[in-house]
């Protein structure tokens, strides 16, 4: 069991008087298994409840919890994994793709190991084991994106959060990353927090859906309630902007 | 490359592709003279003293303070030595000195940049703040400093150079680190649980070497110019030892009688830093680290590229705007890349016309064409490109400016970096009105406030006072769009104007925009990559793959498209209504590039229908009797099993 | 309207602020100046404990009698601890009272007094030349080798300001002695005489740095011509000369100030050099002499006084950079 706790965290930037609240006591939890979407708009606090749950950014108040204890964020294993945004920027240039995955597998696994788990993880993402030696200006953006994901999964995460995986997609190749994750949810059941400004993407790969808003948590429920039957007023006008939503 | 398992660290200088460019470099003019400068200069430096050092010391009291002659090429100093061994000789201890005094520099300076990093925060923002004020001086200012304080000689100016130096490099180091330490690709390494000293020496360094070397290249330069300076002045090297700059002083106070003796050591000083400087300069040029170079000039365009036929299709009453065969080229390595080929389109009085397709399908370079505002080397060529019934191929810049400036707005993508940064919104949107409508300064701040207010900005008076940095991004680009109303516009061009935006910030200016198209008759060219935003706001769509309309239909019938590619496009980006247990569709593949078109039909290699005729031969954009435009030899024939199936289908395309 | 409310609400605390961003400037940058000066004077200070060996016999020289050299250190406070030599001189420069020079007993802010005119006249000249040639030179390449236009002449230009922007300024001195004063005879070779005399001294110290700030104008002309502001400007249809001088050339020297404040410190440097080959009655010819002369008083006047007309340099740049640039004073904070 892997259930990830956000227990009334808050996290501020700056000092006390020039500061602001990105996050403000949010409380939510991904269950075991479970792909919780989480949508808002820029500036929310998406991005930086997402930080703070893998310790790159600072919990000012509150805790990140997973089964009930802190989310570790010294050097070592890493329970709580994250693939960012932009596929161009997420990957060093000067590695092979192979490298970046190796690097992220548990230290002290055997150097064979290691190994085969770069070739499996490759594998799982739909990427040819023998394109481990490649550099990552020799693939597409799509498939930069999953070596992303295969990374991840490389530290045998019991979680995963995915800050915006497709928006610096194009739109042909949004679709192949929605469908991998959607797959290996299935498969290997990662509780995944599953962050995005776009509510139909949400809606394909969520089961529960939190609505963020100025660092709060406004409405969260599961997936068909919230996007159906919306009970906070900003959501409902989240889903009336949605182009081509009946209004 | 060796061959190298998964998890085994490949050192930078392995790779195949740094190497190429460094060698690159070496075969440009400009690198192989400064790469040959510099080699002599090092040469010398260890060879001169063997050469001519015997012949530097011979003294020679029958020949004092000659001028040039046979035996002595530069002349002869007090003690009637020869100055051109001298100078030769003093190669070696100009650069021995400076080389030292540069790894000085660069061993300073790289700790002291790397300490922020690696210390924790408040330490890293000490060393940070002293950087900074040391900076603030300069090197040279330093370098004396220092020299007071280590002593008079070369010990001390080698000490005072080179720490004088360290700050400046510290501080590149630390800029650069910050960079590339913010970098997701070192966070997404700090969340894997590395440790900071490994996320150094892994991901940062090797990310910044290049510009490190480049700029250790070119202080080396630095240094011996400084040096120079240093004995020049008497503060560096001391008799009865010499370099160039003690030289330089030595030959200044008998320069009426021979002016040799001080111009063969400047020059040497200025030849040997310019072998430094130049070879940095061209190795930076040749990695990309100054001001990209433009791209390769190629030869004109050589005639018409075959390009099939397009239809024009029925065109209603006079159009707002009438492009027929347009294309825009530009010169590549190989010859000139046609990134749009052949569009023709037509948008009607108060009509709204929706450009679909993905990213580098042509659609914003098609709008700048049409607008006229492809600079050099860009290269527009149409068969007809009427404004209003005005061909705006004709007649010069200037012959238009007046009706494209009134009449045809632009409404750009990023409304942070359209906007002048150093000007208030009032003075910009004024600007153009008071140009072509003659409006004096108060009438043209008047209409401005008045058009902020038309597009919902709140208290326009005092709005239209304040700089774009003041304004929210909805707000910035509603005041692009009023600056477009200034005028009295027959067309709106705008090229995703709302991507940069918030969804409900979106739906603000979407609406805005078709509030404005249905008061004033505004016809409206929206280029967008969201299918669901062209639907929404358009009348007619054309959908754009490789530069070419493949597809122009009405926008309620996107979803039944006959092009295999507009049915692909629609079914793979998921909306509101899409069904929760199938996979989303895909399209494999990607994009074809500008600069190598296939011979048929673009799409073929994506594309599930493609047949040999396809791959041959490009369609032609035909119309049929409604009026909808399409190029595919398959058009009807399209089935259900026009899509990949998802997952099925794993990209190998490298 | 629903727009219109989110939109305000990110305004209106905008305006609130207006007029603190440059209080919190004002203050920061005073701050930064304050806490720079410390240091210098500071460092200024340590010049005398941390050359190596006992100054005042350096500068007697080791024939000098033991009583004289004792009396000598007295009179400089050098038998006192450290931290009340320190507050001494604190004071002292506040004061202006920098001591008297060991060589001829004058008082340090005499001689700084009577050196620095023709220094100053020296660096603003250089300035106001370097200026008058950079910016015109460098914007008008940057329009005419715009997207890759007239490669011969960008080639040219590059090669040519490379070269000249690497001769460092004392060599140029000398090369133009030879070549206005020596061969031609048309120029004085050195001393502060007429208008002549300043001509070779303030090109010397003008031409290197008026190449580099041509180059940096250029590469940020060009920068500032792709930039989509521009593209708004040409959008609008505004004549060519209005969108190049009134859109992209203000964008192109704020970009440039920052990197030209380094260059106008460099400068103020660059004097020293240059007035040694010239034999320039400034404050450079003063502190080599001095230094050579172990003259440590006067030593450290000067480099108080270089320092601080460093850091009014900076402050200057910045306080332009931000009249300029409103962004740049929030960016900072
Ligand atoms: N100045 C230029 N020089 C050379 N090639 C260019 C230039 N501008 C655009 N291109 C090329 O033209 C092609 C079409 O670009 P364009 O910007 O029109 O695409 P787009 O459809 O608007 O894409 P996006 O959705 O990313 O905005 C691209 O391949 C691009 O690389
Ligand atoms: S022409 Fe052929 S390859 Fe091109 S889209 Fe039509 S069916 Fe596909
Ligand atoms: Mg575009």
């Known amino acids: 069991m892997s259930e990830l706790v956000f227990d009334d965290v808050t996290v501020r930037y700056g000092n006390a008087r020039t500061g602001h609240t990105a996050v403000d006591g949010v409380r939510l939890v991904v269950p075991d298994g479970a792909v919780v979407g989480l949508v808002g708009e820029s500036g929310s606090g998406k991005s930086t409840l997402a930080k703070a749950a893998v310790g790159l950014a600072p919990v000012t108040g509150g805790a990140v919890l997973l089964d009930g204890v802190p989310v570790p964020t010294r050097p070592g294993r890493r329970p709580v994994q994250m693939v960012f945004q932009d596929p161009y920027s997420s990957l060093d240039p000067r590695m092979t793709i192979g490298d970046s995955i190796a690097e992220a597998v548990p230290r002290g696994t055997p150097r064979a190991q290691r190994r085969a788990d770069v070739l499996r993880l490759l594998e799982l993402v739909d990427l040819d084991p023998a394109r481990a030696r490649a550099h990552p200006a020799q693939l597409s953006g799509g498939q930069r994106q999953r070596v992303a994901v295969a ?96 209004r | 490359m060796t061959t190298m398992a998964p998890g085994v660290l490949v050192p930078v200088a392995d790779r195949p592709a740094a190497r190429g460019r460094w060698g690159s470099v070496l075969r440009t003019p400009v690198g192989i003279g400064a790469g040959v400068l510099l080699a002599a200069v090092l040469v010398l430096a260890v060879v001169a003293p063997v050469v001519w050092g015997a012949q530097a010391e011979a003294v020679d009291t029958d020949a004092i303070l000659q001028g040039s002659s046979a035996a002595h090429l530069v002349g002869t100093d007090n003690l009637g030595r020869d100055l051109f061994a001298r100078t030769m000789v003093a190669t070696g201890l100009s650069v021995r000195l400076a080389l030292t005094a540069t790894v000085l520099t660069v061993v300073l300076g790289m700790l002291l940049g790397a300490a922020p990093l690696l210390l924790g925060r408040r330490a890293g923002r000490l060393v940070t703040a002293g950087i900074d004020i040391a900076v603030a001086f300069p090197g040279l200012l330093l370098a004396l400093f220092f020299a007071i304080v280590f002593g008079v000689g070369a010990t001390g100016a080698v000490l005072a150079i080179g720490v004088a130096g360290a700050p400046v490099f510290a501080r590149l180091t630390s800029t650069l680190a910050a960079g590339v330490a913010s970098r997701d690709y070192v966070l997404a390494a700090r969340v894997a649980g590395v440790g900071r000293f490994r996320v150094l020496l892994r991901h940062v360094f090797p990310n910044i070497a290049e510009p490190l070397v480049v700029n250790a290249t070119i202080g080396a330069g630095g240094a011996l110019l400084a040096f120079a300076g240093l004995s020049f002045l008497g503060l560096g090297v001391q008799a009865p030892d010499y370099d160039w700059g003690r030289l330089l002083q030595d030959g200044l106070s008998g320069i009426y009688r021979h002016p040799e003796a001080a111009l063969a050591p400047g020059l040497a000083i200025v030849v040997a830093g310019l072998a430094f400087n130049l070879f940095g300069e061209a190795v930076a040029k040749g990695i990309g680290l100054t001001s990209a170079a433009g791209v390769v000039r190629g030869r004109r365009a050589a005639g018409a590229d075959r390009q099939p036929a397009t239809e024009r299709g029925p065109v209603a009453g006079q159009p707002v705007l009438d492009v027929e065969d347009l294309s825009v080229a530009f010169p590549g390595a190989g010859g000139p890349v046609r990134p749009v080929r052949g569009v023709t389109f037509s948008v009607g009085r108060g009509e709204a016309v929706g450009v679909v397709g993905e990213s580098g399908s042509g659609k914003s370079l098609t709008a700048l064409a049409v607008a006229r505002l492809v600079e050099a080397p860009g290269e527009v060529t149409a068969a007809r490109l009427d404004f209003r019934g005005t061909d705006l191929r004709t007649g010069g810049e200037r012959a238009h400016r007046r009706l494209l400036g009134t009449g045809f707005a632009m409404v750009f993508q990023d409304p942070m970096t359209s906007l002048n940064p150093t000007r208030r919104i009032g003075h910009q949107l ?17 209409r401005a406030v008045d058009r902020l207010r038309s597009v919902r900005v709140p208290e326009p008076e005092r709005r239209a006072r304040q700089y774009p940095h003041e304004f929210s991004g909805g707000m910035r680009q509603r005041a692009m769009i009023g600056m477009g109303l200034m005028g009295e516009p027959a067309l709106i061009v705008a090229d995703e104007p709302t991507t940069a935006l918030d969804v409900t910030v979106q739906r603000s200016v979407l609406d805005l925009l078709a509030a404005i198209r249905r008061s004033d008759d505004v016809a409206l060219l929206l280029i ?73 039909c673009a799409y073929a290699a994506r594309c599930p229908l493609a047949s040999d005729r396809c791959r041959a031969e490009d369609p032609p954009l035909a119309a049929d009797a409604s009026g909808s435009r399409v190029a595919c030899w398959h058009a009807d024939e399209v089935a259900d099993g026009a899509l990949a199936a998802a997952g099925a289908a794993r990209e190998e395309v490298a | 309207m629903t727009a219109v409310a989110p939109a305000s609400a990110v305004g209106t605390p905008s305006r609130r602020m207006a007029d603190n961003p440059w209080l919190a400037f004002a203050v920061r940058r005073t701050g930064r100046l304050l806490v720079s000066l410390w240091v210098l004077v500071t460092a200024s200070f340590l010049i005398l404990h941390l050359i190596p060996g006992d100054p005042v016999r350096a500068a007697l020289g080791p024939t000098a009698p033991a009583a004289l050299v004792a009396a000598r250190r007295a009179s400089l406070g050098l038998d006192r601890p450290l931290w009340e ?98 061969t031609l005879g048309w120029l004085p070779v050195a001393g502060r005489t007429g208008p002549s005399s300043y001509v070779l001294p303030v090109l010397a110290l003008a031409v290197g740095p008026a190449a580099a700030l041509a180059r940096i104008v250029r590469v940020e002309m060009l920068t500032a011509l792709r930039s989509d502001h521009v593209r708004t400007a040409r959008a609008k249809r505004l004549p060519a000369w209005q969108v190049n001088l009134g859109h992209a050339l203000p964008h192109a020297l704020t970009a440039s100030i920052t990197l030209g404040g380094l260059l106008l410190s460099a400068l103020v440097a660059g004097t020293v050099l240059v007035e040694n080959v010239f034999s320039w009655p400034g404050l450079g010819s003063t502190i080599v002499s001095s230094i050579l002369e172990k003259d440590y008083p006067v030593v450290q006047g000067v480099v108080l006084v270089y320092g601080a007309g460093v850091l009014l340099v900076n402050l200057a740049v910045d306080v332009v950079l931000s009249l300029l640039d409103p962004r740049s004073v929030i960016r900072e904070s």
């Open chain 2, 430 to 446: 004024a600007e153009g009105a008071r140009r072509h409508q003659g409006l004096s300064r108060a009438a043209g701040l008047a």
């Open chain 3, 85 to 182: 030599q320190y507050v001494d001189y604190l004071r002292g420069v506040l004061t202006g009272d920098l001591g008297s020079s060991l060589g001829s007993s004058l008082p340090v802010s005499r001689i700084i007094g009577q050196r620095l005119p023709a220094t100053l006249e020296l660096a603003l000249l250089a300035f106001v030349v370097v200026v008058a040639l950079a910016v015109p030179i460098g914007a008008g390449m940057g329009v005419l080798t715009r997207g890759g236009r007239r490669r011969g002449g960008e080639l040219a230009f590059s090669s040519a300001s490379t070269v000249v922007g690497a001769v460092p300024d004392f060599v140029l001195g000398v090369g133009f002695v030879y070549v206005f004063s020596v």
């Open chain 1, 151 to 246: 990374r991840a999964l490389a530290a045998r995460p019991d979680v995963v959060i995915a800050d915006e995986i497709t928006s610096a997609l194009d739109v042909s190749i949004q679709g192949t990353v929605l469908n991998l994750v959607r797959r290996l949810q299935r498969e290997l059941g990662t509780s995944m927090l599953f962050i995005s400004h776009n509510l139909a993407v949400v809606r394909y790969v969520a089961s529960t859906i939190a609505v963020m808003r100025e660092g709060r948590i406004v409405e969260q429920g599961p997936a068909e309630q919230v996007l159906g039957d919306p009970a906070h007023e900003y959501t409902r006008e989240l889903l009336a902007a949605v182009p081509g939503a009946v």
């Open chain 2, 528 to 600: 967008s990559h969201d299918v669901a935003v062209v639907r929404e706001v358009c009348d007619r769509v054309l959908v754009m793959y490789a530069g070419r309309i493949v597809e122009d239909l009405p926008a309620d019938r996107l979803a039944a498209g006959r092009h295999p590619y507009t049915r692909a496009l629609v079914a793979t980006v998921p909306d509101m209504a899409v069904d929760l247990d199938a996979p989303l569709p895909v399209i494999p593949g990607r994009p074809v590039d500008p600069s190598a078109q296939p011979p048929g």
